[in-house]
C-alpha cells in the first residue's frame, strides 16, 4: 500500500497515513500519548560508587511505527520506521536480531 498508494484488498486510493502510531500512556501521575515501538528491552548499566556497585535498569525502546488504512475497507498495513534504533539493539542486546544473508546462497542448494 506504501508503494502503490492503493489499498492492496479493494484497490480503493483514498487512505489515511499516521505517520506515528501513538497509545494512551499513564502513569502514577499522569495520562498521555507515548509512540508504540517497536520493541523495548531492559538494559543494565553498571557503576562503582561510594557504597559499592550500583546496577541501574532502563528501558530503551527501539523503532516506531506509521500505519496506512484504507478510507473505504478499513484494511491497514503497518510499517517500521527509525530502523536505525533496531540496529542499535541488534548490535548491543539479545533483544533483536538482524538476519542479512546472501539470495544467492538460500536455504536451498542448486
Known sequence: MKQTETCTKCR???LFVVDEAR???????TVGLAAVSVTATEVQSRSTG???EV????IAEAGRFEVW??????YSEWYA???EEL???AA?????RLIDRDPRTGPYRT
Open 87 to 89: 540496529a542499535v539493539l
Open 81 to 83: 520506521t527509525r530502523l
Open 12 to 14: 480503493s486510493t483514498k
Open 50 to 52: 561510594m557504597f559499592g
Open 69 to 74: 488504512i484504507c478510507a473505504a475497507c478499513g
Open 55 to 58: 546496577v541501574e535498569t532502563k
Open 23 to 29: 497509545r494512551r500512556h499513564a502513569t502514577d501521575t
Open 92 to 96: 548491543t542486546t539479545g533483544s533483536v
